[in-house]
């Protein structure tokens, strides 16, 4: 039986809550259990997803015509290579307007292809409208909420703010200090190198980071498990 060819993107209307940061983990995530993946940065002036991870991530202008079919061409292929979108705050509104338009969600079904929203959640009222509106546009795709702590804290006046997003699922991104979140996000040394494939005689990696990534690669396989096990009831 063939896998689902998945595509994660990694959304928000807002700036600065850790969409690039999950879209790198999420490709590290893969990396490390030697997987390819395809990722596609849509900050075509200067993103940091393709420059953490430049040999998997095509640089992409929604604006432009030619990156609409770039990108949209390759999402809706069944060939169960993960796809990760970072979707660039100032390119969210068109995204979806040119999705829409190109007629992904039909697309993708025909094809196989599971899309799912790994939607940014912040304290903010803008952020929780967004992601109804997501519900409703796309309704049946899964949105998963990722709170980037360290990125978007939530208001603690309000522990029940995340309850209020459609959704029954998430990931929790940590806080991190800032010398580890250095080693993260650094493009010469890339966590894959840092933390699994370092020399013997590497120095070790900054406090604090091992159980970090490890938390959230958890995450990861967590989701993973619960899809193959859907799978294998639906099979039934």
Known sequence: MRRRTFVYIACSPNPRVGTTLTASLLTTYFAVTNRTVMGFDTNPYDGDFARLHPKSTSVIDIAATRGQIDMFDRLVVPD??????????????????????????????????????????????????????????????????????????????????LSRFPTEHGFRIPPLNAVAMAAATDPETPLKELLWDAPDDAPPPPDGLIDWIEDVLAQFRAFELRHALADMEFLW
């Open 80 to 161: 169960e290579t993960p796809k990760i979108v970072d979707l660039w705050h100032p390119a969210y509104r068109r995204f979806f307007e040119v999705a829409d338009n190109v007629g992904f969600l039909d697309e993708a079904d025909r094809s196989g292809v599971t899309p799912v929203l790994l939607y940014h959640a912040d304290a903010s009222q803008k952020s929780l409208d967004a992601c109804q509106d997501l519900g409703a546009r796309w309704p049946g795709v899964e949105i998963a909420i990722v709170s980037n702590e360290g990125a978007a804290s939530l208001d603690p006046a309000h522990p029940g703010h």
